[in-house]
């Protein structure tokens, strides 16, 4: 029978100036709230508290060269309190509060028209994710205190987790994409690819279960009738079959690990009625 309620003000204050009719630059402060909750899992236990966010952004969005070339850039900082971070207990995956977190870093996206039948895209992150606080609840049931090699560092019994990189949170991204068409006198034939790259990142707050860095590559080909009644498409997804984790959790026996699809390839045939 247990209820609470959490109420919290939430606000965003921006600053935008143009240089010039393509080029603006902006400034922001945004106050993000998620409400706290009952675990279903453990109900008898206290309610989570809710997360609070303070995002600060600057940044540069501007259209070059006639239009031809978009760059936007970015700067960012988050800080988190009671941040929300799922925990492996008893078998089961529990929500505690990390007492503070920080993300900062920067982020480019460039947009190029090539041509009349070939453009290109790509965008880059770096970043830096931490815990500045994080002592999870001493419980005798919350596994992953015990399964560090070497062993965490405890505080009054309670595993420090101070210091460590925040879930799904890579150090650097980077995507590299293209498209290219031309028509023909049977209709208009294209390819396409997309290419990026993911420095790995760790799914809990432990930092026990980890995708390492992998390369994620597809690519396809397309065809169109002159009246776009017909249409084909030869295409593949994970072209290097890398093996990619969706979800990764540590137990007290190992990890359970779940995988994206390996590569796929295949012929996609389509009529418009």
Known sequence: DQKTSFSKPTWRLALDHRFSPDVLAYASYNRGFKSGGFEQNFPADAAFRPEIIDAYEVGLKSQLFDNRVRLNLAAY??????????????????????????????????????????????SIGIMRSRFTEFLPPANPILQNCYIFTPPATTVGGRCDLTGNRTPNSPKLTFNLGGDWHHDTGIGEIGAAFNYGYNSGFFFEGDNLVRQGAYHMMSASLRWASLDERFTARVWVKNMFNEAVLSQGMALGFGGLASYQAPATYGVTIGVNF
């Open 77 to 122: 900082l988050n800080e988190y309190k009671d941040r929300q971070i799922g925990l492996a207990r008893a078998g089961s995956l529990t929500i505690v509060n990390a007492g503070s977190s920080e993300s900062y870093g920067i982020e480019a996206e460039l947009e190029a028209a090539l041509g009349p039948n070939f453009s290109l895209n790509s």
